[in-house]
């Protein structure tokens, strides 16, 4: 996965060489929550520097379409054009500071269920390999060429300091630090510490993998509670509450004659809000999808 901020085209380097003014005016700790975050991202910057390039950006996109907006308007001779324009660049780039604000979280949230969704299926993978006898360093290496994701990154980052020379037990731990998913973090502390014991390595896989396909189920059963009442919901909202609407509007738009405009805009605003409620059902189940699936 890459790292991408919104609404801009250049490399975050350059950004953060641009945005140099704007950090006199950001009071951000050196060890914030947003730091931390951008850690775990493997950027090499600050939460200082990271929220100067969102102002930065917030400046820039106000000015932008102040000038755009207050200049459409002006020709189009729209009245109060300039107050117009300053309601519609504020909230524009209130809009673009936001997004790339939170968008850390939402990367880490988004590598975190990448990680997780594959993570099951990797040690799997490292199981059998270690029974037939193929030594942990080329497992490593196997698991980070393999489709595993922003899991075989990590694998990748983890064959590449063990080539540097850093012991592998330092390595593992050095990258279950920085990793946001919890049980991949469980994972590589339980075979760091299986190596430093000296335990065997195959033993520990497998107790990791059972311990997941533990949490696997308790992840289902929770999936499941919270699905009933999310159904429950989208049958109210999409199909109960419409066919009762319709039926309203018919019976009021024939008692009071409402002429045919009105009735199509009403009709209109209906099947836009069902669309709505579908967009949010989906993304309300996709939120709370287990992560280890």
Same mark, same amino acid.
């Given at each position: 996965?890459?790292?991408?901020?919104?609404?801009?085209?250049?490399?975050?380097? &350059?950004?953060?060489?641009? =945005?140099?003014?704007?950090?006199?005016?950001? $009071?951000?700790?050196?060890?914030? *929550?947003?730091?931390?975050?951008?850690?775990?991202?493997?950027?090499?910057?600050?939460?200082?520097?990271?929220?100067?390039?969102?102002? $930065?950006?917030?400046?820039?996109?106000?000015?932008?379409?102040?000038?755009?907006?207050?200049?459409?308007?002006?020709?189009? *001779?729209?009245?109060?054009?300039?107050?117009?324009? @300053?309601?519609?660049?504020?909230?524009?780039? %209130?809009?673009?500071?936001?997004?790339?604000?939170?968008?850390?979280?939402?990367?880490?949230?988004?590598?975190? $269920?990448?990680?997780?969704?594959?993570?099951?299926?990797?040690?799997?993978?490292?199981?059998?390999?270690?029974?037939?006898?193929?030594?942990?360093? =080329?497992?490593?290496?196997?698991?980070?060429?393999?489709?595993?994701?922003?899991?075989?990154?990590?694998?990748? &980052?983890?064959?590449?300091?063990?080539?540097?020379?850093?012991?592998?037990?330092?390595?593992?731990?050095?990258?279950?630090?920085?990793?946001?998913?919890?049980?991949?973090?469980?994972? @590589?502390?339980?075979?760091?510490? %299986?190596?430093?014991?000296?335990?065997?390595?195959?033993?520990?896989?497998?107790?990791?993998?059972?311990?997941?396909?533990?949490?696997?189920?308790?992840?289902?059963?929770?999936?499941?509670?919270?699905?009933?009442?999310?159904?429950?919901?989208?049958?109210?909202?999409?199909?109960?509450?419409?066919?009762?609407?319709?039926?309203?509007?018919?019976?009021?738009?024939?008692?009071?004659?409402?002429?045919?405009?009105?009735?199509?805009?009403?009709?209109?605003?209906?099947?836009?809000?069902?669309?709505?409620?579908?967009?949010?059902?989906? %993304?309300?189940? &996709?939120?709370?999808?287990?992560?280890?699936?």
């Amino acid at each position: 996965m890459k790292f991408k901020i919104p609404f801009s085209f250049a490399p975050i380097e &350059k950004l953060k060489k641009k =945005s140099n003014f704007f950090t006199r005016f950001v $009071r951000e700790k050196e060890n914030s *929550k947003l730091t931390k975050q951008l850690e775990m991202s493997d950027l090499d910057i600050t939460g200082r520097e990271y929220t100067a390039i969102c102002l $930065r950006g917030m400046v820039y996109s106000f000015l932008f379409v102040f000038v755009l907006a207050s200049s459409t308007l002006v020709l189009l *001779k729209v009245s109060h054009s300039l107050l117009l324009a @300053l309601g519609m660049s504020v909230l524009f780039s %209130g809009f673009v500071f936001f997004s790339r604000r939170v968008y850390p979280k939402v990367f880490i949230t988004r590598k975190q $269920r990448e990680i997780e969704g594959n993570i099951l299926s990797a040690l799997q993978d490292v199981l059998v390999q270690l029974t037939s006898g193929i030594p942990l360093f =080329s497992i490593l290496v196997n698991i980070s060429s393999s489709d595993y994701g922003a899991l075989s990154e990590e694998f990748k &980052k983890i064959v590449r300091k063990i080539n540097a020379g850093i012991p592998q037990s330092d390595v593992l731990e050095e990258i279950a630090e920085k990793n946001p998913s919890l049980f991949f973090r469980r994972a @590589l502390w339980q075979i760091s510490n %299986g190596m430093r014991a000296g335990s065997d390595i195959s033993i520990v896989i497998k107790d990791s993998i059972k311990s997941l396909n533990e949490e696997q189920l308790i992840q289902i059963q929770n999936y499941g509670n919270k699905l009933n009442p999310s159904i429950m919901f989208y049958m109210l909202m999409t199909v109960i509450l419409p066919a009762l609407a319709i039926t309203f509007l018919t019976i009021i738009s024939s008692l009071i004659n409402l002429n045919k405009i009105t009735t199509m805009s009403l009709f209109g605003v209906l099947f836009v809000f069902v669309v709505f409620a579908q967009f949010m059902f989906l %993304g309300v189940i &996709k939120s709370i999808r287990p992560s280890l699936l």
